[in-house]
């Protein structure tokens, strides 16, 4: 397949912001690809190669991409970088460097989808002393062969810097009206997706074997599904409005969620954002499979730091300190955990998500072994508000956030956030008192005390509807000195030059950053903004919401990628439930 088919619909994608018009430039993009390309589409279209969870990074850097424009532009770099400065996005300025160039060469040959795909995957597999100049070779020998537009969107995959605010969402709308025909088969892609985190493989599968293919697709041991999440409850009588008579009640943990893929001969350890965290583990890689009555099985459990001499739980943030490329042994002993089962997903060739929850529980009784090392999360079958309340109260005793509730007779929903599974955390009776985790898209730089740190950084929601992240305070309390330290040496990383084009402020920052990184946060209230884009004009025309005396809880939440971060609606319903909380009051 041609590379320029995809090249001209990334810019005319690149010129639109609205849902309707990128669903049917995908359409009209799948309808010319060939199926044994279509998946390699899909991830390139993503500014990716592979599914995120195989952890394929292209990793080239500014430089020396700059350094390849040069070679097969014949420009000295000053040039290249001047012109880069003025339109903020190296892609484009290569775009001029090379029109001017076209005039004097003529182009070899057409580039491919194929060749395009293999080469970047060449690049990302490189390592070493020498890989640079290897990088550089490869990038030079693509833009060489390349149309001034092609370059451009070479560039923007392999720097990462391709945004055409599509989710997920928008291109399972476009796989299901081109290879069905209709949007309302999304449902199913979705279901797979849910089930395999693979949007590539996805579309594969429909291309080639339809609706029938898609519908009969299951769960695949290392294939990491997409985790269940949990709406929130304000208190015991609205759990048992929304779950009913009898209900499960767990401790919720406040540790790190791990998906273990465990066959005879290997363990795969899988994150919430569904990164491969094996390496950091190897205490469980070493230990679960022992404990494990099963020859193929994927759990699901939280790993919590513990006090080894009391058995305590310890917070989360104990955890950070197994994130470490070296030396990993030494962290298992400094920082011990156990391990904590809550579900399974799969069981001997089978997947379990149909299962109603109080089957898994059972089977998952069966499968693990407990020990010092290995348990079940507490669990207590509950009736009314009072055994609601003596569970809550036990897990908070013992270290724990709150409670996660789980009806009875429900299946696992992967990729849903739904009614099925809520969660309680004690502070959510007061009125907000609820945190929120939010994405730092930008900073102040800090006086006084703080000079040469951030001193006030600039927090954002996510906007699935757009895919993009909506500006919604200023946060400068709660940090202690060692939090501003720490943040500054992780965001100074995330800098860029230009803000991303997927945030949405319109606050004039210090520094803006990638939209990475997720800081748990607690305010007094929600307010309506005018400065603000969080939910903008959903309230009310011209305004959107801010947080009210924001305070930063001591929480970096590195399992969570930004996207993961809390969304407009959520707070949309957290705004009406504080409203509906003082009308309440104030008939009191
Ligand atoms: P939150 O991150 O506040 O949305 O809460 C959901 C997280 O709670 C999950 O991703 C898990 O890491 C964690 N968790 C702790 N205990 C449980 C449990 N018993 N069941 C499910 N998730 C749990």
Redesign the pocket.
């Known amino acids: 397949m041609e590379f320029a088919i995809l090249a001209n619909v990334l810019a005319k994608m690149e010129a639109t912001k609205k849902r309707l018009e990128l669903t049917q430039y995908l359409v009209e993009l799948f309808q010319d690809t060939p199926n044994e390309v279509i998946a390699r589409i899909v991830y390139l279209l993503q500014g990716k190669l592979r599914p995120d969870f195989e952890g394929v990074e292209l990793g080239v850097a500014e430089k020396l991409a700059v350094r390849a424009i040069a070679k097969s532009s014949g420009m000295p770099i000053k040039k290249i970088e001047s012109e880069y400065r003025k339109k903020g996005d190296l892609g484009n300025a290569a775009t001029v460097i090379l029109e001017q160039k076209t005039q004097t060469t003529f182009l070899a040959e057409d580039i491919t989808v194929e060749r395009v795909y293999d080469t970047l995957y060449k690049i990302a597999s490189l390592e070493g002393s020498r890989s640079q100049d290897m990088k550089m070779k490869y990038i030079s020998s693509l833009l060489n062969d390349a149309t001034p537009i092609e370059a451009s969107f070479i560039l923007k995959i392999l720097l990462g810097t391709l945004r055409l605010g599509i989710a997920e969402n928008t291109v399972m709308d476009a796989l299901a009206i081109a290879y069905t025909s209709s949007k309302e088969n999304r449902k199913i892609l979705e279901r797979a997706y849910n089930v395999s985190s693979d949007l590539g493989q996805v579309a594969e599968i429909i291309a080639n074997e339809g609706l029938d293919g898609i519908t009969k697709f299951e769960v695949k041991l290392f294939n990491p599904i997409r985790?269940?999440?949990?709406d929130?409850v304000k208190s015991e009588s609205d759990a048992i409005e929304k779950m009913g008579k009898r209900f499960a009640a767990?401790?919720?943990?406040?540790?790190?969620?791990?998906q273990l893929h465990i066959s005879n001969e290997k363990v795969i350890l899988f994150s919430?954002s569904l990164e491969n965290i094996t390496s950091y583990y190897p205490d469980i890689v070493e230990k679960i499979p022992n404990m494990i009555n099963a020859s193929e099985v994927i759990l699901?459990a939280?790993a919590v730091a513990i006090n080894e001499d009391t058995g305590e739980f310890l917070p989360f943030q104990e955890l950070m300190h197994r994130r470490r490329k070296y030396k990993i042994e030494k962290a298992v002993t400094q920082y011990p955990i156990t391990i904590?089962f809550?579900?399974v997903l799969f069981h001997n060739g089978k997947s379990c998500l149909e299962l109603p929850y109080e089957q898994r529980r059972k089977t998952l009784e069966n499968i693990v072994k407990e020990n010092d090392f290995a348990k079940y999360?507490p669990?207590e079958i509950v009736t009314n508000e009072n055994e609601i309340e003596e569970v809550l109260e036990n897990s908070i005793n013992s270290g724990?956030?709150g409670?996660?509730l789980?009806m009875l007779d429900k299946p696992y929903q992967a990729g849903a956030?739904g009614n099925y599974?809520l969660?309680l955390?004690r502070e959510y009776r007061n009125e907000l008192g609820d945190?929120l985790?939010l994405v730092v898209i930008g900073a102040f730089f800090g006086k006084g005390r703080r000079t040469g740190r951030y001193g006030t950084l600039l927090l954002a929601t996510y906007d699935d509807d757009q895919d993009v992240f909506t500006s919604i305070c200023k946060v400068g309390t709660g940090f202690t000195d060692e939090d501003l330290d720490q943040l500054y040496q992780i965001l100074s990383n995330k800098v860029t030059i230009k803000k991303n084009p997927r945030i949405d402020s319109d606050m004039e920052a210090d520094v803006w950053f990638e939209p990475e990184l997720v800081l748990e946060v607690v305010a007094s209230e929600i307010t309506l903004s005018p400065i603000h884009k969080a939910a903008r004009d959903t309230i009310r025309k011209n305004a959107g919401l801010a947080l009210r005396f924001p305070k930063f809880t001591g929480k970096i939440?590195i399992?969570?990628t930004a996207e993961?971060a809390s969304t407009n609606q959520e707070v949309i319903t957290l705004y009406r439930g504080q409203k509906k909380i003082s009308q309440d009051k104030s008939q009191v």
């Open positions: 985790p269940m999440l949990a929130r767990e401790y919720k943990l406040d540790g790190e969620r791990v919430r699901e939280e904590n809550f579900d999360v669990m724990c956030e409670l996660m789980k956030r599974w969660k955390k945190s985790d939440r399992e969570k993961d």
